[in-house]
T-cell receptor
Framework: GESVGLHLPTLSVQEGDNSIINCAYS??????FIWYKQESGKGPQFIID?????DKRQGQRVTVLLNKTVKHLSLQIAATQPGDSAVYFC????????????FGSGTRLLVRP | SAVISQKPSRDICQRGTSLTIQCQVD?????MFWYRQQPGQSLTLIAT?????????ESGFVIDKFPISRPNLTFSTLTVSNMSPEDSSIYLC????????????FGEGSRLTVL
């Protein structure tokens, strides 16, 4: 909704530039990670995931990097477009039978025309 | 992807009342979850909705305040009881399908404002 992202850190980028959104996760036992995009008034949408046995995974215009040593994830968006403006959350789970996802604090991405 | 429908999408409620949110998934899913998203914040897991048994609550959430039902594989309800202004939030239903890796699908959320 209109209040999503109001108090979150904001990254402002020029249209066409690359964006890098960072996330620190909390549980060293987590072995599966997801990036979600949440637009105003909508629920989170899956962007890309990565398992802990990988360091990097690429999708269409997006790349996720995982550094398990420092418990850090990043989402790279190439050639950022106005439609990329949203709040981005990382989420983690332990790939156990619970399938619970624990969400990070989120970053608001603003794309300047 | 699974389509998750929530009702109501938004409501304005009076202090002390209770409201039940419904969540319907268009296909059978293994797990269903309820999250809360307070204004300007991230998502916090309230509980796992278990089919045919009591929900499993996360720390800080209790059944008396957030009773949950899940009578079958595609439907769940969350009740927010005895509401106060601090309960003003977006409540999100999510689900996991056995065929998927670990991603959860989310509904559009139910935005509650408590006066």
């Amino acid at each position: 909704g209109e209040s999503v992202g109001l108090h979150l850190p904001t990254l402002s980028v020029q249209e066409g530039d690359n964006s890098i959104i960072n996330c620190a996760y909390s549980n060293s036992a987590s072995d599966y990670f997801i990036w979600y995009k949440q637009e105003s008034g909508k629920g989170p949408q899956f962007i890309i995931d990565i398992r802990s046995n990988m360091d990097k995974r690429q999708g269409q215009r997006v790349t996720v990097l995982l550094n398990k040593t420092v418990k850090h994830l990043s989402l790279q968006i190439a050639a950022t477009q106005p439609g990329d403006s949203a709040v981005y959350f990382c989420a983690e789970n332990m790939m156990d039978s619970s399938y619970k996802l624990i969400f990070g604090s989120g970053t608001r991405l603003l794309v300047r025309p | 992807s699974a389509v998750i429908s929530q009702k109501p999408s938004r409501d304005i409620c009076q202090r002390g009342t209770s409201l039940t949110i419904q969540c319907q998934v268009d296909s059978q899913v293994t797990m269903m979850f309820w999250y809360r998203q307070q204004p300007g914040q991230s998502l916090t897991l309230i509980a796992t909705a278990n089919q045919g048994s009591e929900a499993t609550y996360e720390s800080g959430f209790v059944i008396d305040k957030f009773p949950i039902s899940r009578p079958n594989l595609t439907f769940s309800t969350l009740t927010v009881s005895n509401m106060s202004p601090e309960d003003s939030s977006i409540y999100l239903c999510s689900a996991h399908r056995l065929a998927d890796t670990g991603e959860l699908f989310f509904g559009e959320g139910s935005r509650l404002t408590v006066l």
